[in-house]
């Protein structure tokens, strides 16, 4: 998966408290609580560095620097930046062990200048400014959306801009760097009607992959496509290698969402996701593939159903259906690279929908209606399979949960992610409110799962937001939270 984080904008939802506590064979710490400037308007956990942890504090043109003590939390430096130009925007900010980079871009008229900012720890500039790229953008022009990339050390990172057509994104422009803030190459490529980027991947190696994905009907409703493409650029190619047709993959067998990740261990990359034999929200099983990382050759190509003893094993009619093969309601969110080359998939019970609340006054809001609508946000059980080399399921497993919320995108939600190597840490609120208990999966390499209460949040007066941890180590992983009065709070759980 990628592994940059992203922008998590705060809520408004209240918090207190800060402590240090051990849980049997975890430990806990809790940053002091933090009252949040008016000039901030969100955050990224940027990671671990040789001066600890890095959080990035931003507002439109506000920009805060913090590093915590890895072991213990507490707050070693804060720093404040301005960028060159009262104008300048931010798109992202990558940290790695001892620097900084900052994308950003100016506005002068028509004219949309794009920089590099390289920078050390204290903030120091460690060369002049990178002018990436600069276009024209007048009244009236397509949109565009901007994306970082890296992989896990940091040792490369891409820039995509995404330009809007008439319906969809219709071609991606992106650049390459290094380490050291170097351009290493510039290129674009067209996207065709009905295609979109489902997922982009920097290797260790530098390679940039796309995976892509087409879907022949005109509407993006149903969440199921027709066609993949797998996309190698090379940071010393001039052209790109191009994968046309993923195998096995046809409109014969439509599927959903598909994600791919690095086997570093064998130069490969591995793809994975769920398929349907017809046209609806039923998945008959799933699709396992191993590339070449370098040439994108096909190693291994496997499209698998659900046995009916797999299906049997679930014991869960929410998402069985009646006389088919298959699973319902379940979404791909996580694909994880095995140490043996195989997969994992994780997939999750979502649903977002509009509850109304009516209203039985004659006064008429601003909008001419008596009723409003309130945004709902359910996120429960969790299927795990695991895939061997050879693509065969090696176990499958259901996780049980129930969240509930309303109004808030969720951001309570779900859970957060940590892999040990030898297991699997699924952390969630059992409840998205202050009396939340926090509770852990802990599923080994056979499957095999334990479930345990980590702390009860009201006891701290604090709650997580699980789903966009950040995990630093094999054996550490940073939560942000906030407490009652809106303060905000770094979890660090160490397993």
Same mark, same amino acid.
């Given at each position: 998966?990628?592994?940059?984080?992203?922008?998590?904008?705060?809520?408004?939802?209240?918090?207190?408290?800060?402590?240090?506590?051990?849980?049997?064979?975890?430990?806990?710490?809790?940053?002091?609580?933090?009252?949040?400037? /008016?000039?901030?308007?969100?955050?990224?956990?940027?990671?671990?560095? /040789?001066?600890?942890?890095?959080?990035?504090?931003?507002?439109?043109?506000?920009?805060?620097?913090?590093?915590?003590?890895?072991?213990?939390?507490?707050?070693?430096?804060?720093?404040?930046?301005?960028?060159?130009?009262?104008?300048?925007?931010?798109?992202?900010?990558? @940290?790695?062990?001892?620097?900084?980079?900052?994308?950003?871009?100016?506005?002068?008229?028509?004219?949309?200048?794009?920089?590099?900012?390289?920078?050390?720890?204290?903030?120091?500039?460690?060369?002049?400014?990178?002018?990436?790229?600069?276009?024209?953008?007048?009244?009236?022009?397509?949109?565009?959306?901007?994306?970082?990339?890296?992989?896990?050390?940091?040792?490369?990172? @891409?820039?995509?801009?995404?330009?809007?057509?008439?319906?969809?994104?219709?071609?991606?422009?992106?650049?390459?760097?290094?380490?050291?803030?170097?351009?290493?190459?510039?290129?674009?490529?067209?996207?065709?009607?009905?295609?979109?980027?489902?997922?982009?991947?920097?290797? $260790?190696?530098?390679?940039?992959?796309?995976?892509?994905?087409?879907?022949?009907?005109?509407?993006?409703?149903?969440?199921?496509?027709?066609?993949?493409?797998?996309?190698?650029?090379?940071?010393?190619?001039?052209?790109?290698?191009?994968?046309?047709?993923?195998?096995?993959?046809? $409109?014969?067998?439509?599927?959903?969402?598909?994600?791919m990740d690095e086997d570093r261990r064998n130069n490969r990359i591995i793809l994975g996701g769920m398929y349907s034999e017809?046209?609806?929200?039923?998945?008959?099983?799933?699709?396992? @593939?191993?590339?070449?990382?370098?040439?994108?050759?096909?190693?291994?190509?496997?499209?698998?159903?659900?046995?009916?003893?797999?299906?049997a094993g679930l014991n869960n009619n929410n998402y069985v259906v009646n006389n088919v093969l298959g699973i319902r309601d379940?979404?791909?969110?996580?694909?994880?690279?095995?140490?043996?080359?195989?997969?994992?998939?994780?997939n999750e019970a979502t649903e977002i929908s509009n509850r109304t609340i009516y209203n039985s006054m004659s006064v008429l809001?601003?909008?001419?209606?008596?009723?409003?609508?309130?945004?709902?946000?359910?996120?429960?059980?969790?299927?795990?399979?695991?895939?061997?080399?050879?693509?065969?399921?090696?176990?499958? +497993?259901?996780?049980?949960?129930?969240?509930? $919320?309303?109004?808030?995108?969720?951001?309570?939600?779900?859970?957060?992610?940590?892999?040990?190597?030898?297991?699997?840490?699924?952390?969630?609120?059992?409840?998205? /409110?202050?009396?939340?208990?926090?509770?852990?999966?802990?599923?080994?390499?056979?499957?095999?799962?334990?479930?345990? +209460?980590?702390?009860?949040?009201?006891?701290?007066?604090?709650?997580?937001?699980?789903?966009?941890?950040?995990?630093?180590?094999?054996?550490?992983?940073?939560?942000?939270?906030?407490?009652?009065?809106?303060?905000?709070?770094?979890?660090?759980?160490?397993?």
């Amino acid at each position: 998966m990628p592994t940059i984080s992203k922008r998590l904008f705060f809520t408004f939802c209240c918090l207190f408290f800060y402590c240090l506590s051990p849980v049997g064979a975890q430990e806990i710490f809790f940053t002091k609580p933090q009252k949040i400037d /008016n000039k901030v308007g969100g955050f990224d956990i940027l990671g671990a560095s /040789n001066e600890g942890i890095l959080v990035y504090k931003f507002g439109e043109r506000y920009h805060q620097f913090e590093a915590y003590n890895r072991d213990n939390l507490q707050l070693e430096w804060s720093r404040t930046f301005n960028l060159p130009d009262k104008k300048a925007r931010v798109i992202e900010v990558l @940290a790695s062990w001892d620097k900084f980079y900052m994308f950003y871009y100016i506005k002068k008229g028509n004219l949309v200048q794009v920089f590099l900012k390289y920078m050390n720890l204290k903030l120091k500039p460690l060369n002049e400014d990178l002018l990436i790229t600069e276009f024209s953008q007048t009244i009236g022009d397509k949109a565009y959306e901007w994306k970082v990339e890296s992989n896990a050390e940091t040792n490369f990172f @891409a820039l995509m801009k995404f330009n809007k057509g008439n319906n969809d994104y219709r071609s991606m422009d992106y650049w390459l760097f290094n380490a050291d803030g170097q351009l290493l190459l510039q290129k674009g490529i067209d996207i065709a009607d009905n295609w979109k980027i489902q997922q982009t991947l920097v290797s $260790s190696k530098g390679n940039l992959y796309f995976l892509a994905l087409q879907k022949k009907r005109n509407t993006w409703s149903s969440g199921e496509y027709d066609a993949a493409q797998l996309i190698c650029q090379k940071p010393d190619a001039e052209t790109s290698v191009i994968l046309q047709n993923i195998g096995l993959i046809s $409109s014969d067998f439509p599927w959903g969402e598909m994600y791919m990740d690095e086997d570093r261990r064998n130069n490969r990359i591995i793809l994975g996701g769920m398929y349907s034999e017809k046209q609806n929200y039923i998945h008959n099983g799933y699709i396992y @593939a191993t590339f070449d990382a370098d040439d994108l050759q096909t190693i291994r190509l496997e499209k698998v159903a659900f046995s009916p003893e797999m299906i049997a094993g679930l014991n869960n009619n929410n998402y069985v259906v009646n006389n088919v093969l298959g699973i319902r309601d379940l979404e791909l969110v996580a694909l994880l690279a095995r140490n043996d080359g195989g997969i994992i998939l994780i997939n999750e019970a979502t649903e977002i929908s509009n509850r109304t609340i009516y209203n039985s006054m004659s006064v008429l809001n601003d909008f001419g209606q008596r009723d409003r609508q309130i945004k709902t946000y359910s996120f429960n059980d969790v299927l795990v399979l695991s895939i061997d080399p050879d693509g065969k399921l090696l176990w499958d +497993t259901m996780l049980s949960k129930s969240q509930y $919320s309303e109004g808030d995108n969720g951001y309570y939600a779900s859970f957060g992610l940590m892999n040990s190597k030898d297991k699997l840490q699924l952390l969630f609120n059992d409840e998205t /409110n202050y009396k939340a208990n926090v509770l852990a999966y802990e599923i080994d390499a056979l499957g095999k799962y334990t479930i345990k +209460t980590m702390f009860n949040a009201q006891e701290y007066n604090i709650l997580l937001a699980n789903r966009h941890a950040r995990q630093i180590s094999n054996e550490e992983i940073i939560i942000p939270a906030f407490n009652y009065r809106n303060e905000f709070v770094l979890t660090k759980i160490k397993f």
